[in-house]
C-alpha cells in the first residue's frame, strides 16, 4: 500500500536569514545522473558560466510557472526586476538592483523533455522562483524545472511563491522532496502581495527581510509624502486660480454693478432733471453713452436680466425723446427693440412684477406712437394690452402706489383714444374720471411723490379738455383752474422744472381758449401775453423740443385770433406774420407734425383773409 505523501513545510525568510548560493558548475550529463540518482564525478564536470576565471550567474534567479498563470507571473516578474535594493544590500557589482529575472514564456506542450535553453538558464540561475498554484502542482514541466535546478544547484534556494490554493494543493511533488522550500504567499488572505514581493527579494538578494520591510515602509512614506505634497500644491495652485478668478469675477461683477448704477441714475435722477429743464440735447447724449455701455458688452444673451431690462428702458426712453423730436418712425424702431426684450423676460417669469411693469411700458409707447400716426385701432390694443399688465401688477402688489398710478396711466391713455380719434366723449369723461380716482388713490399712498402730484393735476386737464370740446366751458375752466392749483406748490418746490412750467403754459393757453369761446376777449387777451412769456422762457431752454414749439405757435395764432376779434387790425397782422416767421425759422428736429403744421398754416390764411377784408371795409 502507498503511503500518502505529506505536504512540505514552509519555510520564510525572517529577519536576518541570508541566503547564500555560490554558484555551480554542473555539465549537461552531471544533470541527467543528478536525475538518475547516480553521483557526479569530478571528471565529468564543466564550467559552462567561467569568464575570467571568477564563475558568475546570468539571472539572479528563474521563474517557474504555470502558462495559466502568466498574467501573475508577468506580474511578479516586473516587480522583482524592477526593485531597488537598500543602499546597504547592494550586490557586489554595486548594482541596486536584483538582476535579470528569466521568465520561460512557453510549456511546449508538443514536447516531450525542457528545452536546451530552459536547461541553460536553469544553469545560469543564481535561485528558482516557483510559482505555486493548482496549475502548477498538476503541470510536469514545473516540476522536471525543479527538480533540474535541484540536480544542477544542490546548495541554491528555491523559493516558492503561493499565488492560489492551499499549500497541499498549491505545491509541485518535486517541492516535498529534499529541503523544505522558502515560501512567501502572495494571496490577499496571506502575505499579500506587497509583503510577499518583499520575502522573495529578500531570500533572492541575501539581506534580512526587517530591513526591506522597514526601508519599503519609509518609501511608501516617502511617496506617499510626496504625492500628498504634490496633491497639496495642485491644490494650493488651483486654490490660488480659484481666488484669482473669484476675485476677477468679483472685480467683473464691481465694475458692472458700478456701470450699471450709474445707467440707473443716468435713467431715473439725471433724466428727470434734464427732461425738466427741456434739454433734449442732453438727454440724448446720456441715453447715446447708455446704449454704448450695452454694446460693448457683446453678446446681448449673456447679459442678466436685470442688465436686459435696464436696456430695454433705455430703449424707450431714446424713443420718448424721438417723439419729443417729432421722429417717430425711430422711435418706433427702439420701442419695438424694447417690447421684444420685455416679452422674454415676462416669458421667463410671468409672476416677477419689474417684468409686468417693463412690459407695460412697452405696450404704452407702441400705442403712443400709433395713436400720434393716426392708428386708433392699433393703439387702443396697446392701450388695452397696459391696462391688461396694469391689472396684473395691482393684483401682485395691491397696495403699491405704482400699481394705482399704471392703472390710472392705462385708463388716461384708452380715453385719450375715445375722446380725440374715436369722438366718443362720454365714455372718455368716464375713464378720465376713473383715472383721476386711480391717481388720487396713488397720491395716498405716496403724498409725497412730486410725480404723482402733477398727474393728478393732470388729470384735471384732461377732463377739462374734453368738457370744452362739448362746449361745457364752465365745468372745463374749473378743472382747469384746480390744475393751476395744484401745479403752484410744485412749481415753488422745484422753479426750474420744465413739465411744471409747460403744464402751466398749457392751462394757462386752455383757460385763454375757454374765455375767447364764452366771449371774455379782454381776459383771453391778458391770459395769452402770460402764455407768450412762459413760451418764450422755455423756447430759450431747449429750441428743438417739438411740443414747446408747437405751444408756441398755437399761442401766436390764439393771440393773433383774439386781436382780430376785438378789431385790433394791426396787431392781428403783426402776430400772423410773427407766426409765419417763426414756422420757417424752426430746426428741422422742431418742425411740427405735417398735419399741425397745415392745420396751422389753414388758421393763419384765415386771420389773414380776414384782416384783409376788414381793411377793405373800413377803406
Not at 389 to 417: C, D, K, M, W
Not at 567 to 573: F, K, L, V
Request: charged letters at 30%.
Amino acid at each position: 500500500m502507498t503511503a500518502k505523501r505529506k505536504p512540505p513545510g514552509i519555510a520564510s525568510p525572517f529577519r536576518d536569514t541570508v541566503f547564500h548560493a555560490p554558484f555551480g558548475i554542473i555539465s549537461e550529463m552531471d544533470i541527467g545522473s543528478r536525475l538518475a540518482g547516480k553521483p557526479i564525478g569530478k571528471a565529468e564536470r564543466i564550467d559552462v558560466t567561467q569568464q575570467g576565471g571568477h564563475a558568475r550567474a546570468v539571472y539572479a534567479a528563474f521563474l517557474s510557472y504555470n502558462h495559466k498563470d502568466v498574467r501573475a507571473a508577468r506580474q511578479l516578474h516586473r516587480r522583482l526586476e524592477s526593485y531597488r535594493l537598500p543602499k546597504g544590500a547592494a550586490r557586489p557589482d554595486g548594482s541596486r538592483k536584483l538582476g535579470r529575472i528569466f521568465r520561460d514564456r512557453d510549456e511546449l506542450p508538443a514536447a516531450t523533455d525542457l528545452s536546451e535553453a530552459v536547461k541553460l538558464a536553469l544553469s545560469q540561475s543564481d535561485a528558482l522562483v516557483v510559482l505555486c498554484s493548482p496549475h502548477s502542482a498538476a503541470s510536469p514541466w514545473v516540476d522536471q524545472e525543479i527538480r533540474l535546478f535541484r540536480a544542477m544547484h544542490p546548495d541554491r534556494p528555491i523559493l516558492a511563491a503561493i499565488i492560489g490554493g492551499e499549500p497541499e494543493e498549491a505545491f509541485p511533488p518535486a517541492l516535498g522532496e529534499g529541503a523544505e522550500p522558502l515560501a512567501a504567499d502572495l494571496r490577499r488572505q496571506g502575505d499579500g502581495l506587497r509583503l510577499g514581493t518583499l520575502k522573495l527579494v529578500a531570500g533572492l538578494a541575501g539581506t534580512g527581510l526587517d530591513r526591506l520591510v522597514q526601508r519599503d515602509a519609509q518609501r511608501r512614506v516617502r511617496r506617499v509624502t510626496a504625492i500628498t505634497v504634490a496633491a497639496l500644491i495642485v491644490m494650493l495652485g488651483f486654490l490660488a486660480l480659484a481666488i484669482a478668478a473669484t476675485q476677477a469675477k468679483r472685480e467683473a461683477e464691481r465694475q458692472r454693478a458700478e456701470a450699471e448704477g450709474m445707467v440707473e441714475f443716468m435713467l431715473t435722477d439725471l433724466r428727470e432733471r434734464l427732461r425738466s429743464v427741456g434739454r433734449l440735447d442732453a438727454l440724448s447724449v446720456v441715453n447715446e453713452r447708455a446704449m454704448t455701455y450695452y454694446r460693448d458688452q457683446g453678446d446681448l444673451t449673456h447679459l442678466p436680466d436685470d442688465s436686459l431690462e435696464r436696456r430695454a428702458r433705455i430703449l424707450q426712453a431714446m424713443g420718448e425723446d424721438d417723439i419729443a423730436r417729432g421722429n417717430l418712425p425711430a422711435a418706433m424702431r427702439k420701442f419695438g427693440e424694447s417690447h421684444r426684450t420685455t416679452s422674454a423676460l415676462l416669458d421667463d417669469d410671468p409672476a416677477r412684477p419689474e417684468w409686468i411693469f417693463a412690459h407695460a411700458q412697452s405696450e404704452f409707447w407702441i400705442g403712443q406712437v400709433d395713436q400720434l400716426s393716426g392708428r386708433a385701432d392699433a393703439a387702443l390694443r396697446h392701450y388695452q394690452a397696459y391696462l391688461r399688465s396694469a391689472l396684473e401688477l395691482l393684483r401682485l402688489q395691491p397696495r403699491e402706489a405704482r400699481s394705482f398710478t399704471e392703472v390710472g396711466y392705462a385708463l388716461s391713455n384708452i380715453a385719450s383714444v375715445q375722446g380725440e380719434n374715436l369722438n366718443d366723449r362720454d365714455q372718455a369723461i368716464r375713464n378720465y374720471t376713473r383715472s383721476l380716482r386711480w391717481f388720487e388713490r396713488a397720491q395716498a399712498a405716496a403724498p409725497r411723490s412730486f410725480s404723482i402730484r402733477m398727474e393728478v393735476a393732470e388729470r384735471h386737464a384732461r377732463i377739462a379738455d374734453v368738457q370744452s370740446d362739448r362746449g361745457e366751458y364752465p365745468s372745463a375752466r374749473e378743472h382747469r383752474l384746480r390744475q393751476l392749483r395744484l401745479l403752484e406748490p410744485l412749481r415753488r418746490e422745484d422753479p426750474g422744472n420744465g413739465d411744471v412750467a409747460y403744464d402751466t403754459l398749457v392751462a394757462t393757453r386752455s383757460l385763454a381758449r375757454i374765455a375767447f369761446k364764452t366771449g371774455d376777449l379782454a381776459d383771453a387777451a391778458r391770459l395769452l401775453d402770460d402764455a407768450k412769456k412762459r413760451s418764450w422762457a422755455l423756447r430759450r431752454r431747449d429750441p428743438e423740443n417739438q411740443s414747446w414749439f408747437e405751444q408756441h405757435l398755437r399761442i401766436l395764432i390764439d393771440a393773433a385770433e383774439v386781436a382780430q376779434a376785438r378789431r385790433h387790425e394791426t396787431e392781428a397782422s403783426r402776430l400772423v406774420d410773427q407766426a409765419r416767421l417763426f414756422m420757417r425759422e424752426s430746426s428741422p428736429q422742431a418742425a411740427a407734425a405735417p398735419e399741425f403744421k397745415a392745420t396751422s398754416i389753414q388758421r393763419l390764411d384765415a386771420i389773414a383773409q380776414l384782416d384783409s377784408s376788414i381793411v377793405k371795409e373800413g377803406q
